[in-house]
């Protein structure tokens, strides 16, 4: 299992997209990897024959465990053996030995007892009179999401697993054939807990509910808290005259084959500022400031389970119509946790943008190892002066730059918000 996100210590497998036996290229998606912060595909890193699946689907793995054996050419049962025991996974192997045949030439689906001697545990014990419940990760966070009852599911995946399309299905009948519902109270609900002590009705102005946090917002908590405590932030903030972008987006969307938006030539101001003041297209690695010669942007995006932040990569030596089809792109598959690993690993800069919500201003936390991140507000009509000191009426938006003082200096940080100006404000230079 490798870090699927910087920061990372474990992921759980939430599907399988190969069987072994299947003959895999390099990058072809193999599994859909649910992480604390997204669902991502892992891709093969070499080709090559996948001869043994280790873990099944909704299990976690710590980063660097083994989740499959991949065969060279030639290679064959023997080599599988051969390589588990040679990584200190004879456990596995021998369990593997044990089980049943098939008429395959290589080995199906690990086992739960498998995955666990892998991993070195030992399968956690049912509840008492009960049946021990396999349920993805994903689904169980989806299924509170949508109040759904797992209890009372059957699931179609190995050993009865409760997988995705499974909950899928139940809500889209559910959806069909509404029934009315009783809702329990939370006292009912701790009532019902085995040894729970009498709990007294709370008044209604007392009422609450607890949220149960998921991973995706544990590790929004942990990596924000770390970045506000750790990282020396500062702000500078520009009041952008857009009238003229706003004239420019117009005309622009009357021939265009694809409409773009006020956000796309922000990022692409935004990448012909990085490029004009180099210092900025940068990071922190503690010994080391690294400096980019090309631009990768990311690019906020609001999902059910918290922010993501996918990376358009090259943004300097794209046309306004690629990056719009790239965003709408990136933006859809992170609502639908289908955005791959390296799309969510690298950039140096980060944009959000909180306008088309009606927000005047306001600041940014930045995603640490990048230099910063830019909050734009919504361009909004306002009093403004023009150049003949006369008073007008003009669309302004309002943009605040949160810098890392460790990697830019206050007049770096400067320079750089008013490169993006001057693009903002004479929009003709991001198109040339």
């Known amino acids: 299992m490798p870090e699927v996100l910087a920061g990372a210590s474990e992921a759980s497998i939430q599907t399988w997209l190969v069987s072994p036996g299947t003959t895999l290229a390099i990058d072809q998606p193999i599994a859909e990897v649910e992480t604390e912060k997204a669902t991502v ?21 710590m980063v660097g465990d083994a989740i499959a054996v991949l065969l060279s050419e ?18 596995a192997a021998a369990a593997a030995e044990a089980a049943p045949t098939s008429a395959h030439p290589l080995p199906q689906l690990a086992g739960q007892a498998e995955v666990y001697a892998v991993n070195g545990q030992t399968p956690p014990p049912a509840e008492h009179g009960q049946e021990r419940r396999f349920i993805s990760p994903i689904v169980r966070r989806l299924a509170r999401q949508h109040g759904v009852d797992l209890a ?22 559910r959806t069909q054939n509404p029934q009315p519902a009783a809702v329990a109270t939370p006292e009912q609900i701790a009532q019902k807990a085995p040894g729970a002590p009498p709990v007294t009705p709370a008044r209604a102005s007392t009422a609450f509910e607890d949220v149960p946090i998921d991973r995706m917002r544990k590790a929004i908590a942990r990596r924000l808290t770390e970045s506000k405590t750790t990282v020396p932030h500062f702000y500078l903030l520009a009041d952008c005259r857009v009238d003229a972008l706003i004239e420019l987006r117009r005309k622009v969307n ?4 694809r409409k773009v938006s ?24 503690g010994e080391a400031i690294r400096r980019f010669t090309s631009v990768d942007i990311s690019v906020a995006v609001a999902t059910d389970g918290g922010l993501m932040t ?15 089809a790239t965003v709408a792109d990136m933006a859809e598959r992170a609502r639908a946790g289908r955005l791959r690993q390296h799309e969510l690993e690298g950039g140096s800069f980060s944009v959000s943008n909180l306008g088309m919500h009606g927000t005047a201003e306001f600041s940014a936390i930045l995603n640490p190892p990048q230099s910063g991140i830019l909050a734009v507000g919504a361009a909004r009509q306002t009093a403004v002066v023009d150049p003949d000191g006369g008073l007008a009426v003009g669309t302004v938006m309002t ?23 001057r693009r903002i404000e004479n929009p003709l230079s991001i198109l040339i």
């Not at 595909?41 to 793995?61: C, K, M, P």
């Not at 009372?152 to 009948?173: Q, T």
Request: charged share 20%; aromatic share 4%.
């Open 41 to 61: 595909e892992l891709t093969a890193e070499s080709a090559g024959a996948l001869g043994r699946i280790l873990v099944a689907e909704g299990d976690n793995v």
């Open 310 to 324: 996918p990376v358009l990569r090259g943004v300097e030596r794209m046309a306004l119509s690629e990056i719009s």
């Open 74 to 91: 030639g290679e064959g049962d023997d080599a599988i053996e051969a390589a588990l025991a040679a990584a200190g996974l004879a456990v």
């Open 254 to 257: 009357e021939t265009a084959p």
């Open 152 to 173: 009372s599911m059957a699931g179609s995946g190995p050993h009865g697993r409760i997988v995705r399309r499974d909950l899928d299905r139940h809500i889209a009948e």
């Open 399 to 421: 943009v605040t730059l949160s810098a890392d003082h460790r990697v830019l200096d206050g007049a770096v940080a400067a320079q750089w918000l008013a490169a993006f100006q």
């Open 262 to 285: 006020i956000n796309d030539f922000v990022l692409k101001a935004v990448a012909g500022a990085l490029t004009e003041v180099p210092e900025s297209n940068s990071i922190w690695l």
